[in-house]
């Protein structure tokens, strides 16, 4: 049995596959194997996959019929062998030590569900100013709390950096479709099952930006869907039990957020908080508008409330977050961040 499997689904990915799968035969870790799903390729894909897989045992190659990302992958979750299941894609590549390092804090902290790690973009000419702060984000974000704290903000774990105990795609179902991102999903799931996670603060993992990667050119990945992804979650974890939901912002995020949230079984949103005197004494979906002075006012009307921090301009999360703490009100237990 290998000491890890690389789960890899592939399709149409002859540009980019040799470099990636030539970065994982550079590994410092030579006891490995890699689950290579092609995932009904018409382009040259499965035959450079079928070239590694007679020159190396390691790379073992399947083939099924196009059926997107998410059954692929679930494919090759079962064909793993290992209890350590390594994700990677088909246009990135690895750093030598990745899968050595990332073994070796698994069987040192046998707590954790998943560890990741530091990300790079490449080629650098092709990483925007969004994709680069989007990566500063991601790369501030190493311990347990600091990943679960801005979970419902964004992904905090890049899925192709990441390994994960096997047991824990039995656990909370494998990857599954319900019309927003699978890994984002998946990683919600297995936040409210209980899981921790933890990232090695290297990089390890290069991620390359091109215009055909899925998050440009697949519906799901639209903003729409992702606060449909929140919104769900949200609803099945921190706002269980509430009696009342105040969100913040009653801006574009806070209104389409509230839109989902409502659906969502009816959540009870009771008002919004706002800084902009402009919509202060308005409303939004027939519930008020309000200055963050009454905040704590509306917070003691009811037994249980909670608060959403849906403001996406990242400078003004810290200053909300300050204010909250003047107020005395807890991250993760009274309010949650959800741009």
């Known amino acids: 049995m290998p000491i890890i499997s690389v789960l890899l689904p592939c399709y149409n990915a002859e540009r980019t596959l040799a470099e990636t799968l030539t970065s994982l035969s550079e590994q410092t870790l030579g006891d490995f194997e890699v689950v290579a799903v092609d995932d009904g390729s018409t382009d040259n894909t499965l035959s450079i996959l079928g070239d590694w897989g007679e020159r190396d045992a390691r790379f073992r190659v399947f083939s099924e019929p196009h059926g997107g990302i998410i059954p692929a992958a679930n494919l090759g979750v079962r064909l793993c062998r290992s209890r350590y299941v390594a994700r990677m894609d088909a246009d990135d590549r690895a750093h030598p030590e990745r899968l050595a390092l990332q073994v070796e804090y698994l069987n040192t902290h046998p707590n954790v569900a998943a560890v990741g790690s530091l990300v790079k973009g490449f080629p650098e000419e092709h990483v925007g100013e969004g994709f680069q702060l989007y990566y500063e984000w991601l790369n501030s974000l190493i311990t347990h709390e600091d990943i679960c704290r801005e979970i419902f903000v964004e992904s905090p774990l890049p899925n192709p950096s990441m390994t994960i105990r096997k047991s824990w795609f039995e656990h909370v179902g494998g990857y599954q479709d319900h019309g927003?991102?699978?890994?984002?999903?998946?990683?919600?799931?297995?936040?409210?099952?209980?899981?921790?996670?933890?990232?090695?603060?290297?990089?390890?993992?290069?991620?390359?930006?091109?215009?055909?990667?899925?998050?440009?050119?697949?519906?799901?990945?639209?903003?729409?869907?992702?606060?449909?992804?929140?919104?769900?979650?949200?609803?099945?974890?921190?706002?269980?039990?509430?009696?009342?939901?105040?969100?913040?912002?009653?801006?574009?995020?806070?209104?389409?957020?509230?839109?989902?949230?409502?659906?969502?079984?009816?959540?009870?949103?009771?008002?919004?908080?706002d800084i902009d005197p402009q919509k202060i004494g308005r409303t939004r979906r027939g519930r008020p508008i309000i200055p963050r002075e009454e905040l704590m006012d509306w917070w003691g009307r009811y037994e249980n409330p909670v608060l959403l921090a849906a403001v996406r301009a990242r400078r003004a999360r810290p200053l909300i977050r300050a204010k909250l703490e003047e107020f005395g009100l807890v991250e993760g237990e009274n309010w949650w961040a959800a741009a």
């Open 180 to 273: 927003w991102p699978e890994d984002y999903d998946f990683w919600l799931r297995m936040y409210l099952a209980g899981a921790r996670f933890a990232k090695i603060p290297r990089v390890l993992l290069e991620w390359r930006e091109h215009p055909d990667r899925v998050t440009h050119t697949d519906s799901r990945y639209s903003v729409k869907n992702f606060l449909r992804a929140k919104a769900h979650y949200l609803a099945q974890g921190p706002l269980q039990g509430r009696d009342a939901v105040i969100i913040w912002g009653a801006g574009m995020t806070g209104r389409r957020l509230s839109k989902h949230l409502i659906r969502e079984e009816h959540q009870p949103v009771a008002a919004f908080v």
